[in-house]
């Protein structure tokens, strides 16, 4: 990956920065949740056109979770040659869940569930039976494509055409998509309709392997951007207009493909270009943005533990400080920071602690 034709292979650079792309979504995804509008009552035509733009990239911040999405299925794709198929598990599994785990233990007593509420959460059970928002959702959803993605991708590397397999994928889903409406829970599309987008990162996988030497050029960029502009508008169209096709909540289908597929690829050549050009601000940039993506799912947790059910009274606060907006969205956003990077050191030591028997045994033999 580090050869020198890493900037000619579009795939490539995704792997390259992925941490910078992770990065930069779960910035995003933090914006959607927590983002405080910093024109919040705009006084002019200039103050209205801002807010209406920063309120629109806050609004299609959800956007975030398909780049995650693109960037798993990518990976998932070298991690199954790294072992059996229970070793896969255990590996992506446990990376996920612990986090998952310190977080509903936290908010156990906040909340005052009973053991039954616990364990519908902490087994992410909640996800199917009730909502899947009602409990930190992405980890159950994530989860559940990690448990069928060995299957998927056992019957994907037998297909000679991994395009119109992938096409056909898409196009079963789509079908059953169909067929099951008003007769799925509509809260589940949220999950279910971005199953495409992780079908699309699998492919994306497996182009990366077995076509590292393939070259982009300006046109296949110009093209990306083509296809992010129209995922603007239709995202634009879909947020702010209700516009909806056939499909429930298609807005989390559809617009966010095109952004999440063409941001990938854009994002990821401007990182390139600038290291290549400016390399000491550019591997600056590239290893702050990084440090989040390296703990992008923590921050995740983070807004679940601390930020959701603290989230008003730390505005309130700082707003009583007399904080100005901006100062008060980068002090949530430190204050986060800081709360996913103590949960990341506490899985570390909890996963040294795990592994310690196990080394024990080896240096014995």
């Not at 495409?196 to 951007?225: D, R, W």
């Not at 956003?333 to 570390?348: G, N, P, R």
Request: some cysteine; proline content about 4%.
């Amino acid at each position: 990956m580090e050869n020198s034709d890493t900037g000619n292979n579009g795939f490539t650079l995704i792997l390259k920065y992925r941490y910078v792309l992770m990065g930069l979504a779960a910035i995003w995804i933090h914006i959607f949740h927590v983002g405080v509008p910093l024109f919040y009552h705009p006084a002019n035509e200039v103050a209205q056109f801002i807010y209406n733009i920063e309120e629109f990239i806050r609004r299609i911040g959800y956007c975030g979770v398909e780049i995650f999405l693109i960037i798993s299925g990518m990976g998932l794709t070298y991690a199954i040659k790294k072992g059996s198929v229970a070793h896969f598990y255990k590996r992506r599994l446990s990376r996920i869940y612990l986090p998952y785990l310190i977080v509903t233990l936290i908010r156990w007593p906040i909340d005052k569930w009973t053991i039954w509420m616990f364990l519908e959460n902490a087994t992410g059970l909640s996800f199917y039976t009730k909502d899947i928002h009602h409990f930190c959702w992405f980890v159950p959803a994530i989860a559940t494509l990690y448990l069928v993605f060995p299957l998927y991708y056992w019957i994907f590397s037998k297909a000679k055409n991994k395009l119109l397999f992938t096409a056909l994928a898409i196009a079963l889903w789509f079908m059953i998509t169909i067929v099951t409406c008003g007769y799925l829970r509509f809260d589940f599309y949220d999950f279910t309709n971005r199953i495409p987008i992780f079908l699309i990162g699998i492919y994306f996988g497996e182009l990366s392997q077995k076509q590292p030497q393939s070259k982009f050029t300006k046109k296949h960029y110009l093209i990306m951007l083509a296809v992010f502009v129209a995922g603007l508008i239709l995202a634009y169209f879909y947020n702010f207009r209700d516009f909806e096709l056939i499909i429930p909540n298609s807005k989390t289908f559809l617009p966010n493909i095109l952004l999440s597929v063409s941001m990938v690829f854009l994002i990821t050549k401007l990182m390139d270009i600038l290291n290549r050009r400016l390399p000491k601000p550019g591997q600056i940039l590239t290893e702050i943005i990084s440090f989040w993506g390296k703990i992008s799912l923590e921050m995740y947790c983070a807004y679940i533990c601390f930020l959701k059910p603290c989230f008003l009274i730390c505005v309130r606060i700082l707003a009583g400080f007399k904080f100005p907006l901006i100062a008060i969205n980068i002090t949530v956003f430190i204050l986060t920071s800081c709360v996913a990077f103590l949960i990341s050191l506490l899985c570390k030591g909890i996963r040294k602690l795990i592994e310690l028997p196990g080394k024990n045994k080896l240096a014995k033999e």
